[in-house]
């Protein structure tokens, strides 16, 4: 099956710095999806990128397809930011399903 | 809309019980879905179902049941609890699995098997 390789697995940051994670998959895959899980566990999607580069405030994300990566941008960080994102991709035509990768934990210093 | 509600938040069971997660959902979606996230890693699906009186197995399936009779719940049941099953239990739903729609999850039910 696909794989779905995220990185770094853990990043520490003072607030205010930039960051970017990376999502890496193995075969060809009908979208990709950014997600947060804040420290009380809520699931928030953040974008819906299967291609190309999206911006939502002080986030944005880009996905080359063809090279088979996704790369979310983080901003002047803020403690809020702090959480589990993960990049999940949908596999195997219309009635696939998302396919998580294991995460990246941020923890954002004050 | 309350989204995606599951229940109970919390449960502890004794190894050989059986119990049911509940999940609804009040936005009319067809596609509704079974994950598990245990310590370290993504989640995991269990099962799926793309309407009512469908349903498939996903990555992890074994030990666990759904059914779909409408179109708002989709409940996953437990058989046999074993320790391995130990785990956050996530529902989700969306209008369709792999369109834009953003895909919605529940609070998550945290489950401990003695």
């Known amino acids: 099956g696909i794989q779905v390789e995220q990185s770094p697995p853990d990043l520490i940051l003072q607030e205010g710095a930039n960051s970017t994670l990376r999502c890496n998959f193995s075969?060809?895959?009908?979208?990709l999806q950014w997600f947060h899980q804040n420290p009380w566990g809520q699931l928030i999607n953040l974008f819906y990128?299967?291609?190309g580069t999206k911006q939502n405030g002080r986030l944005s994300a880009t996905t080359v397809a063809t090279e088979r990566y996704s790369l979310l941008y983080i901003s002047s960080s803020q403690t809020t930011d702090s959480g589990v994102y993960f990049c999940?991709?949908?596999?195997?035509?219309?009635?696939?399903?998302?396919?998580f990768g294991k995460g990246t934990k941020l923890s954002v210093k004050p | 809309n309350a989204g995606v509600t599951q229940t109970p938040k919390f449960q502890v069971l004794k190894t050989g019980q059986s119990m049911t997660l509940q999940c609804a959902q009040d936005m009319n979606h067809e596609y509704m879905s079974w994950y598990r996230q245990d310590p370290g890693m993504g989640l995991r699906l269990i099962h799926y179902?793309?309407?009512?009186?469908?349903?498939d197995q996903g990555e992890v399936p074994n030990g666990y049941n759904v059914s779909r009779s409408t179109t708002e719940d989709f409940p996953l049941r437990l058989l046999s609890a074993a320790p391995s099953q130990t785990s956050v239990y996530f529902c989700?739903?969306?209008?369709?699995?792999?369109?834009?729609?953003?895909?919605?999850f529940g609070p998550g039910t945290r489950l401990t098997v003695l």
């Open positions: 989700a739903s969306s209008d369709f699995p792999g369109g834009p729609d953003t895909q919605y």
């Open positions: 179902s793309v309407g009512a009186g469908i349903t």
């Open positions: 075969d060809s895959v009908n979208n």
């Open positions: 999940a991709v949908h596999y195997g035509g219309s009635q696939g399903n998302l396919i």
């Open positions: 990128i299967p291609s």
